[in-house]
Every structure is written in C-alpha cells, then in structure tokens.
C-alpha cells in the first residue's frame, strides 16, 4: 500500500505559477505510475496530466498542456506538478494518484486505473 500526501495548494493569480507537490510513503515508489486529478465545484472528478513509472513518458488533458508540466523523483518518492499560466477554471480541489503498474512505461487516464488517492490540496485561481 502507498500513502499519498499532497501540498503547494494556495490562492493565486491568474497568470501565475504554482508547484504542488505529493510525497509517497509506504511501497516501493518506482513500482507506481502516478497522476494528478482535480474536482472543480459541482464538477466531475477530471484527469490532469500522468507520468510512467520510470519517469520518461508524460500525458496531459488538453485543457492543460503546454501550461502544466507533471515530474517525478524516484529517489525522493515524490511527483510534482508544476502549473504555469493559470486560469480561473483551473480553480479545483488536485488529488495525487498512484497507479500499481508493471508496465514500466505506461501512462493513466482513468479514476479507475488509480489505486491510491491523496486527500487533495485545493488551487484557487482568482481573475
């Protein structure tokens, strides 16, 4: 089992940056692929931006690529998101997700393909 802990969450600025970060305890961090999600109010639940296990391969909603850049360190068990040029829709609560995987370099899209959800860290983007 792994235990995922977010941070970073905090209110911003549209057209600001922000870095969220997640630390994983418990199992072996390199045997997960991991992801962010986010849940805005009154929405769904919606993918963000995946990353392999090992760490090369990365996948991004549309509504987020070429702003937001997902990174992993497998020696310090942590997987960060790095969000440039915010918006006020990308106001949400940004859950931290871990995947069991052999595949070494397969990427995630689904809720249900997530193993292990962190408790989320909330992102406001004020206009």
């Known amino acids: 089992q792994v235990q995922l802990l977010e941070s970073g969450g905090t209110l911003v600025q549209a057209g600001g940056s922000l870095r969220l970060s997640c630390a994983a305890s418990g199992r072996t961090f390199s045997e997960y692929a991991m992801g962010w999600f986010r849940q805005a109010p009154g929405k769904e639940r919606e993918f963000v931006a995946a990353i392999s296990r090992g760490g090369p391969r990365t996948y991004y909603a549309d509504s987020v690529k070429g702003r937001f850049t997902v990174s992993r360190d497998n020696g310090k068990n942590t997987v960060a998101l790095q969000m440039t040029s915010l918006k006020p829709e990308d106001t949400a609560v940004y859950y931290c997700?871990?995947?069991?995987?052999?595949?070494?370099?397969?990427?995630?899209?689904?809720?249900?393909?997530?193993?292990?959800w962190g408790q989320g860290t909330q992102v406001t983007v004020s206009s």
């Open positions: 997700v871990a995947a069991t995987s052999r595949c070494v370099t397969c990427v995630y899209t689904r809720r249900s393909e997530y193993d292990y």
